[in-house]
């Protein structure tokens, strides 16, 4: 299997910009997690899904932030506008359910730079 | 009380040493706790993991210890090696889905 697939995988832009990160999940997961990771905060779970449906957004920081999962092999993660602050990786993560011991599987991240 | 507190920050160990890396948490409806490794330009990935049924978990050269009184565990490394050197994250999940939370993360480093 190809593992969790994100694209892309660096991305600069400038403030104020729309940014729209992409997640191909592993065949057979029903779970799809957005997580963040910065020096300051550590990694942070933005949203997941089950079975396409979002189940906790608590994470989300604000409404610049959208995700989406229109089908069981695409999601994307949306920041309309972006500003300097959201400079991080994020990450998305497959699992094969949404048991607490199902494992995660992540992709290799998306570094985004936000000028 | 949805933090999980990990320490140390960094870590320096040399070759053959152990490395111990400590998490502490407070919401007691936390019942799994797993471990992730993580390599410099990659994503975490699972290591090692733990319920709180048992004290004690060995997968090769790594052990959890987990405390449930004191709600503490830790990762030890055994016989360290220059390739366990990343970044490594403890989590935890309060078996309302799939949820994690994560530790601040501990970078080690394993000197030859």
């Known amino acids: 299997d190809a593992g969790v697939i994100q694209s892309p995988r660096h991305e600069v832009t400038e403030m104020g910009q729309e940014v729209t990160l992409r997640c191909k999940p592993i065949?057979?997961?029903?779970?799809l997690f957005w997580y963040r990771q910065t020096m300051m905060r550590g990694l942070e779970l933005l949203i997941y899904?089950?079975?396409?449906?979002?189940?906790?957004d608590s994470g989300m920081p604000e409404d610049r932030f959208s995700a989406k999962m229109p089908n069981a092999s695409f999601s994307t993660l949306k920041i309309q506008p972006s500003e300097p602050r959201d400079s991080a990786v994020y990450f998305c993560?497959?699992?094969?359910?949404?048991?607490?011991?199902?494992?995660?599987?992540f992709g290799p991240g998306t570094r985004l730079t936000v000028l | 009380q949805q933090q999980v507190k990990q320490s140390p920050q960094s870590l320096i160990v040399q070759k053959g040493g152990i490395s111990i890396i400590n998490c502490a948490y407070e919401?007691?409806?936390?019942?799994?706790f797993p471990w992730y490794q993580q390599f410099p330009g990659k994503g975490p990935a699972l290591l090692i993991a733990?319920?709180?049924?048992?004290s004690e978990k060995k997968e090769g050269r790594f052990t959890i210890s987990f405390n449930k009184s004191a709600k503490q565990f830790s990762l030890h490394i055994m016989d360290s090696q220059p390739g366990d050197s990343a970044t490594y994250f403890c989590?935890?999940?309060?078996?309302?889905?799939?949820?994690?939370?994560f530790g601040q993360g501990t970078e080690l480093s394993v000197k030859p």
């Open positions: 993560a497959s699992s094969p359910g949404q048991g607490p011991t199902d494992t995660q599987y």
């Open positions: 065949s057979g997961h029903n779970s």
């Open positions: 899904f089950n079975n396409n449906v979002p189940i906790d």
């Open positions: 919401n007691t409806a936390f019942d799994y």
């Open positions: 733990i319920r709180p049924d048992v």
């Open positions: 989590a935890a999940n309060d078996n309302q889905g799939g949820k994690l939370i």
